[in-house]
């Protein structure tokens, strides 16, 4: 594997469901990031984290729980979700958290939430 | 605070034809700027990017220039192709007060042969 991978690739659960995404990064990078991309609207950072710590929450409801248990893996902990939160979730990474550096997105998750 | 526009879409442009997709933003200190571009089913992949005013990025024919005095981030490709076809996402990112990465809407870009 190379790159940044996601898994699963399509998701369709239920509000009372409780699931994972899961990204890893093969890249050994340092810095990794959830953003939201929804249909009509601006691709939306949700969470940062460098060197495991997170550093950035972009004021997203708790039924979103992130963690990185190490520097190449980063999971989105799904909890009672709510239709409006069907969108793709993009994982990213960068060597390091800084605003010169470049990020390497995965292919993302389509969510479905009914 | 921080914001990026960038033109609607759809842009439906003849193979070989002259590309501009206009960006402009509102930032708080000295942003980076970014083009990011995404084909059908796949995750956003770096275009080119520009880390201080004046900076040119240059990648596959495209090419946009730092525009501090206009703060603008045009993106221009002189001849088209159909493969160019994708979704094309101008950035800023910042680092002072906080980690943040500003996304424009996107525009989609439709090339005919």
């Known amino acids: 594997e190379t790159g940044v991978t996601q898994t699963p690739r399509h998701l369709v659960m239920g509000m009372t469901n409780k699931k994972s995404l899961k990204c890893e990064q093969h890249?050994?990078?340092?810095?990794m990031y959830w953003y939201k991309q929804s249909a009509k609207k601006p691709l939306e950072l949700m969470f940062v984290?460098?060197?495991?710590?997170?550093?950035e929450n972009n004021s997203v409801p708790s039924r979103f729980s992130p963690e990185c248990p190490n520097s190449s893996h980063l999971f989105l902990h799904l909890h009672t979700l709510q239709p409006e939160d069907s969108a793709l979730y993009l994982c990213?990474?960068?060597?390091?958290?800084?605003?010169?550096?470049?990020?390497?997105f995965g292919p993302g998750t389509r969510l479905t939430v009914l | 605070g921080n914001s990026v526009t960038q033109m609607e879409g759809p842009v439906t442009l003849s193979e070989e034809a002259f590309l501009t997709i206009n960006c402009t933003y509102t930032?708080?200190?000295?942003?980076?700027l970014f083009w990011y571009v995404q084909y059908p089913g796949e995750g956003l992949q770096l275009l080119l990017k520009?880390?201080?005013?004046?900076d040119k990025g240059s990648n596959k024919g495209f090419e946009a220039t730092y525009r501090k005095e206009t703060t603008s981030f045009h993106l221009e490709k002189g001849s088209v192709q159909v493969s160019d076809s994708a979704v094309y996402f101008c950035?800023?990112?910042?680092?002072?007060?906080?980690?943040?990465?500003?996304f424009g809407a996107g525009t989609r870009l439709f090339v005919k042969a």
């Open positions: 520009a880390t201080k005013a004046d």
């Open positions: 984290y460098s060197l495991e710590e997170r550093v």
């Open positions: 990213a990474s960068s060597q390091i958290l800084a605003s010169t550096d470049t990020q390497y």
């Open positions: 890249l050994g990078h340092n810095a």
């Open positions: 950035a800023l990112s910042r680092n002072t007060g906080g980690f943040k990465t500003i």
């Open positions: 930032a708080t200190g000295y942003p980076s």
